[in-house]
């Protein structure tokens, strides 16, 4: 069978992880003993931003997951090559990271998906394909709890003959 009858028998699993924090998403159906010749993690309905220069976090792991399976229905959802982006590839014994390099690598050992940190835009469903296939055996839902966090902007201003820097203030409004 193809179509949708294939998708509605995938595995699902979600994971979830407070915004900041590391988490390592494992590829499904692999361990260290497996045999890799080509591995893709993809992404579908992330909001990555290009990659820009963030700062690492050695924060614990906080994250839980759940196994079932989820029934998909029509092509809405579905991981097709034009859907998904492309984080990291690997061939040839070589690993390529698309997005987000400094925070974002692929473990050599067990071929792990790894944030350091998380952040709100990694929140979507992410694949994992091995030896090209077209179809993965799992479908992980991440979830990221927390605030969005916002832009930093740089204001200062003279008060006189002080220069007063208020970047680092938070603002707040009235509800």
Not at 69 to 93: D, F, P, Q
Not at 105 to 115: I, M
Not at 121 to 127: K, V
Request: glycine share 6%; proline share 3%.
């Amino acid at each position: 069978m193809t179509g949708a009858a294939d998708i509605s028998a995938l595995s699902y699993q979600t994971v979830v992880v407070k915004a900041g924090h590391s988490v390592n998403l494992t590829c499904p159906g692999v361990s260290e003993l497996s045999l890799i010749s080509a591995l893709e993690w993809r992404c579908q309905g992330c909001n990555l931003p290009p990659s820009a220069s963030s700062s690492s976090s050695s924060s614990s792991s906080s994250s839980s997951a759940a196994n079932g399976t989820r029934s998909v229905s029509g092509a809405a959802g579905l991981h097709g090559e034009t859907s998904a982006i492309k984080l990291v590839e690997y061939s040839n014994n070589a690993v390529v990271v698309w997005n987000n390099q400094d925070r974002m690598t692929l473990d050599s050992q067990t071929y792990a998906l790894q944030f350091f940190p998380v952040r709100h835009y990694d929140h979507g469903e992410y694949t994992c394909l091995v030896n090209e296939r077209r179809r993965p055996d799992t479908i992980i839902h991440l979830v990221v709890q927390g605030k969005k966090q916002p832009q930093q902007q740089h204001i200062q201003f003279l008060f006189g003959r002080l220069l007063v820097d208020v970047s680092h203030l938070t603002l707040r409004t009235k509800r």
